[in-house]
């Protein structure tokens, strides 16, 4: 019996860690997600009486849940960076007071069933959710249920940043001392590249109809503009606004507005938002008159990305310069012109990059304020080490709360701890407060007036003070900095397949380029012939690409290229061409439906049986021409063959596709015939000599055979 015993407690003592670890394992998988649909009020007052969380909660698990409850929990004041990181991340924290759970309704919940949300709770001096004192609080909506085989647990919390201002049921409280200074940028960008292709005096194609849902009423750049309309109404509200505009986004709607079409598998549609494009592009014309507005790089592109693509020379900037240059676009469609010289780049910028924005004309970057080294707290704009370069730091604790769940919620907790509602530990409160929100900020309508309407709440309290972005960019540099991005910024960045790709088409496009002059007659410069590639590989530095393969990355690019030069090629005979001679000329008809001039040299390939004679001579084919050229060729032998005739640019740029040539000759060139002719003397010759040499070997051996031989008995 103990021998048994002992086997089973053996057995059970390895079974339970096998048995906890599955159970731990399993816990691990989310059960149940909740999306929260309304918070109010976002800040607390000293006149707030409740508190109310709407939402819905779903089973994303593979168990029914039974018994789902919900409560609100309350942390402790938080008083450092660390500890808002922490909630933001959706860390534990202690807890100062806490709701009963409240059921949700229904008494399971299937998987993939939801249920609605909605708990509203007393606030007051007797109510259990308790506010010591104005602050910035944790507040976790904790949803606990008991799923199938398994017991009541935590399976799913939204932790969110709660300001209060003041105390329920207790009198105003004071506002800190100073209030900072408080801009905020409003991105008004592209989510991903749209462009397919843009050819001059061709129709905009765009890859799908996404486009045209975000400009649609309700969609999320609609949304943007409405929100931004709206809050016109709060002088204080308005005048921190800054617009922050993609020019791809602006001249894309802009070409949508005149009719495009959409790329499919069975070939392009037309598109269907030209009215939406008309309209959005109304709304925002209206937007931005007389507003602050600054400029984001073109399509978003990764600046560093566009300095590697010509790494081999220094001095040549074009593709940045290109990206970094879309105030004159925003100024032209909209009528505005943007704040001179201001950036808003996004990636990872290396010393390199900061040094060749800055000749290109920046002035001013605004950018991520981790992002910038100083031996002194960022209170300001500072001036960039080694350059003239001055940068204007954006909060970086906004910015990540702003970028999350709860966004809105957590930014405003964000704000409220930076404006001194956090207490006054050392350099957590700040003196200027530059906000941004993601650069793809995707909520909906409502949400977005919501965070407006409250920042006009903080400013009408005293708790931030609304001004304009100019103001804080007229300041003096407060100090120094230098860009501090660590390497695995850079290593996320745009990766090296891609500039690599982007290098081989960019020095294709400059050869082609190179062949191209203006026509007197059409007055078309080739720069914008060529626009579309270059615009093309901008967007192909998108920072919306992350992760994507070079291949499609760089795909559009490609596409453009290859529909500007097969405009220019060799016609393919539509029939044999018959050698009259083995000396005769190869009629080659090229055509060029560019609106540009274009020089170019014909090249054969796989031309086994044919060979150019001379030097190869190069063509100008004027705009929307053709010339005809017979090329002097040798046939190397009769009969029947084929030939390939390429065409190239000078510098040796391919141009078109090659075509074949389908010949017959009944006669070898002059030349030819004269090379076989010396060979076939030179082989007779030698042939000649080598006989003859023969016989006179044969002569001399017989000589030696017939003569007597005088043997030393005869001699003596």
Same mark, same amino acid.
């Given at each position: 019996?103990?021998?048994?015993?002992?086997?089973?407690?053996?057995?059970?003592?390895?079974?339970?860690?096998?048995?906890?670890?599955?159970?731990?394992?399993?816990?691990?998988?989310?059960?149940?997600?909740?999306?929260?649909?309304?918070?109010?009020?976002?800040?607390?007052?000293?006149?707030?009486?409740?508190?109310?969380?709407?939402?819905?909660?779903?089973?994303?698990?593979?168990?029914?849940?039974?018994?789902?409850?919900?409560?609100?929990?309350?942390?402790?004041?938080?008083?450092?960076?660390?500890?808002?990181?922490?909630?933001?991340?959706?860390?534990?924290?202690?807890?100062?007071?806490?709701?009963?759970?409240?059921?949700?309704?229904?008494?399971?919940?299937?998987?993939?069933?939801?249920?609605?949300?909605?708990?509203?709770?007393?606030?007051?001096?007797?109510?259990?959710?308790?506010?010591?004192?104005?602050?910035?609080?944790?507040?976790?909506?904790?949803?606990?249920?008991?799923?199938?085989?398994?017991?009541?647990?935590?399976?799913?919390?939204?932790?969110?940043?709660?300001?209060?201002?003041?105390?329920?049921?207790?009198?105003?409280?004071?506002?800190?001392?100073?209030?900072?200074?408080?801009?905020?940028?409003?991105?008004?960008?592209?989510?991903?590249?749209?462009?397919?292709?843009?050819?001059?005096?061709?129709?905009?194609? #765009?890859?799908?109809?996404?486009?045209? +849902?975000? @400009?649609? %009423? !309700? /969609?999320? *750049? $609609? =949304?943007?503009?409405?929100? &931004?309309?709206?809050?016109?109404?709060?002088?204080?509200?308005?005048?921190?606004?800054?617009?922050?505009?993609?020019?791809?986004?602006?001249?894309?709607?802009?070409?949508?507005?005149?009719?495009?079409?959409?790329?499919?598998?069975?070939?392009?549609?037309?598109?269907?938002?030209?009215?939406?494009?008309?309209?959005?592009?109304?709304?925002?014309?209206?937007?931005?008159?007389?507003?602050?507005?600054?400029?984001?790089?073109?399509?978003?592109?990764?600046?560093?990305?566009?300095?590697?693509?010509?790494?081999?020379?220094?001095?040549?900037?074009?593709?940045?310069?290109?990206?970094?240059?879309?105030?004159?676009?925003?100024?032209?469609? #909209?009528?505005?012109?943007?704040?001179? +010289?201001? @950036?808003? %780049? !996004? /990636?990872? *910028? $290396? =010393?390199?990059?900061?040094? &060749?924005?800055?000749?290109?004309?920046?002035?001013?970057?605004?950018?991520?304020?981790?992002?910038?080294?100083?031996?002194?707290?960022?209170?300001?704009?500072?001036?960039?080490?080694?350059?003239?370069?001055?940068?204007?730091?954006?909060?970086?604790?906004?910015?990540?709360?702003?970028?999350?769940?709860?966004?809105?919620?957590?930014?405003?907790?964000?704000?409220?701890?930076?404006?001194?509602?956090?207490?006054?530990?050392?350099?957590?409160?700040?003196?200027?407060?530059?906000?941004?929100?993601?650069?793809?900020?995707?909520?909906?309508?409502?949400?977005?007036?919501?965070?407006?309407?409250?920042?006009?709440?903080?400013?009408?309290?005293?708790?931030?003070?609304?001004?304009?972005?100019?103001?804080?960019? !007229?300041?003096?540099?407060?100090?120094?900095?230098?860009?501090?991005?660590?390497?695995?910024?850079?290593?996320?960045?745009?990766?090296?397949?891609?500039?690599?790709?982007?290098?081989?088409?960019?020095?294709?496009?400059?050869?082609?380029?190179?062949?191209?002059?203006?026509?007197?007659?059409?007055?078309?410069?080739?720069?914008?012939?060529?626009?579309?590639?270059?615009?093309?590989?901008?967007?192909?530095?998108?920072?919306?690409?992350?992760?994507?393969?070079?291949?499609?990355?760089?795909?559009?690019?490609?596409?453009?290229?290859?529909?500007?030069?097969?405009?220019?090629?060799?016609?393919?005979?539509?029939?044999?061409?018959?050698?009259?001679?083995?000396?005769?000329?190869?009629?080659?008809?090229?055509?060029?439906?560019?609106?540009?001039?274009?020089?170019?040299?014909?090249?054969?390939?796989?031309?086994?049986?044919?060979?150019?004679?001379?030097?190869?001579?190069?063509?100008?084919?004027?705009?929307?021409?053709?010339?005809?050229?017979?090329?002097?060729?040798?046939?190397?032998?009769?009969?029947?063959?084929?030939?390939?005739?390429?065409?190239?640019?000078?510098?040796?740029?391919?141009?078109?596709?090659?075509?074949?040539?389908?010949?017959?000759?009944?006669?070898?060139?002059?030349?030819?015939?004269?090379?076989?002719?010396?060979?076939?003397?030179?082989?007779?010759?030698?042939?000649?000599?080598?006989?003859?040499?023969?016989?006179?070997?044969?002569?001399?051996?017989?000589?030696?055979?017939?003569?007597?031989?005088?043997?030393?008995?005869?001699?003596?």
């Amino acid at each position: 019996m103990k021998r048994l015993a002992a086997t089973v407690l053996s057995i059970l003592f390895l079974a339970l860690p096998a048995l906890f670890g599955a159970v731990a394992q399993a816990q691990e998988q989310p059960r149940l997600r909740v999306d929260l649909d309304q918070l109010n009020p976002r800040v607390v007052t000293s006149t707030s009486t409740s508190l109310a969380v709407t939402g819905r909660v779903t089973n994303i698990g593979d168990r029914r849940i039974s018994k789902l409850g919900v409560r609100l929990q309350l942390g402790t004041r938080l008083q450092t960076e660390q500890q808002i990181g922490d909630v933001l991340a959706g860390g534990k924290f202690k807890d100062l007071s806490a709701t009963d759970f409240v059921d949700l309704g229904p008494d399971t919940l299937e998987p993939g069933q939801s249920a609605g949300l909605n708990l509203t709770v007393p606030l007051g001096q007797t109510a259990k959710l308790q506010f010591p004192r104005p602050g910035v609080y944790p507040l976790l909506v904790n949803v606990n249920g008991t799923p199938d085989f398994g017991g009541p647990e935590r399976l799913a919390a939204v932790s969110l940043l709660m300001p209060v201002l003041g105390v329920p049921g207790k009198a105003p409280a004071t506002r800190p001392p100073s209030a900072p200074s408080t801009s905020l940028l409003w991105p008004i960008a592209n989510s991903t590249v749209h462009v397919v292709s843009s050819p001059l005096g061709g129709p905009l194609t #765009l890859a799908d109809e996404r486009l045209s +849902g975000e @400009l649609s %009423p !309700g /969609g999320r *750049l $609609d =949304s943007l503009v409405a929100a &931004a309309r709206a809050a016109e109404a709060d002088t204080k509200v308005s005048s921190s606004l800054c617009l922050a505009i993609d020019p791809d986004l602006v001249a894309t709607v802009d070409g949508m507005t005149r009719g495009y079409q959409v790329a499919t598998g069975g070939g392009p549609v037309p598109g269907k938002g030209v009215d939406a494009a008309k309209n959005w592009l109304g709304q925002l014309k209206a937007l931005v008159a007389g507003r602050c507005v600054v400029t984001l790089p073109f399509a978003d592109a990764d600046l560093t990305a566009l300095t590697k693509v010509r790494a081999g020379d220094a001095t040549d900037t074009a593709l940045l310069t290109s990206a970094i240059g879309g105030a004159s676009t925003i100024k032209n469609l #909209l009528g505005i012109q943007p704040q001179d +010289g201001v @950036l808003w %780049p !996004g /990636g990872a *910028l $290396d =010393s390199q990059t900061v040094e &060749a924005i800055g000749k290109a004309g920046v002035k001013t970057l605004l950018t991520d304020s981790g992002k910038l080294q100083s031996d002194a707290p960022l209170s300001g704009g500072v001036s960039i080490e080694g350059t003239n370069l001055r940068a204007q730091p954006i909060d970086a604790l906004t910015a990540s709360a702003l970028n999350g769940s709860g966004t809105t919620q957590n930014g405003l907790g964000a704000i409220a701890f930076r404006a001194g509602l956090g207490g006054q530990a050392a350099g957590q409160e700040r003196s200027r407060l530059l906000i941004a929100p993601p650069r793809h900020w995707d909520l909906t309508g409502a949400e977005l007036t919501t965070f407006l309407e409250r920042m006009g709440d903080f400013y009408a309290a005293g708790l931030v003070k609304a001004t304009p972005l100019p103001d804080l960019l !007229g300041e003096s540099p407060s100090g120094t900095a230098s860009v501090n991005y660590e390497p695995k910024d850079l290593t996320a960045a745009t990766s090296g397949d891609v500039t690599a790709r982007m290098s081989q088409l960019d020095n294709e496009t400059l050869g082609l380029s190179s062949a191209m002059t203006m026509d007197t007659t059409k007055r078309v410069n080739p720069a914008d012939v060529i626009a579309p590639v270059r615009l093309a590989l901008i967007r192909a530095a998108s920072t919306s690409w992350s992760g994507a393969d070079a291949g499609v990355v760089t795909g559009n690019a490609r596409g453009d290229l290859e529909a500007i030069r097969s405009q220019v090629t060799v016609e393919r005979p539509k029939q044999t061409i018959a050698l009259a001679s083995g000396a005769s000329p190869l009629p080659v008809f090229i055509t060029n439906s560019l609106p540009v001039t274009v020089k170019a040299r014909i090249a054969l390939k796989n031309n086994v049986g044919l060979r150019p004679t001379g030097d190869v001579q190069e063509l100008t084919i004027v705009a929307n021409g053709a010339a005809n050229q017979l090329m002097p060729v040798e046939a190397l032998r009769a009969g029947r063959f084929s030939v390939d005739v390429a065409l190239t640019t000078p510098d040796g740029t391919r141009l078109g596709s090659d075509a074949r040539f389908e010949l017959t000759s009944t006669e070898y060139g002059a030349i030819t015939i004269i090379i076989t002719l010396t060979a076939a003397g030179a082989l007779l010759l030698l042939s000649s000599r080598r006989i003859y040499r023969r016989i006179k070997d044969s002569r001399a051996h017989r000589a030696e055979e017939t003569t007597p031989r005088v043997t030393e008995d005869a001699q003596v």
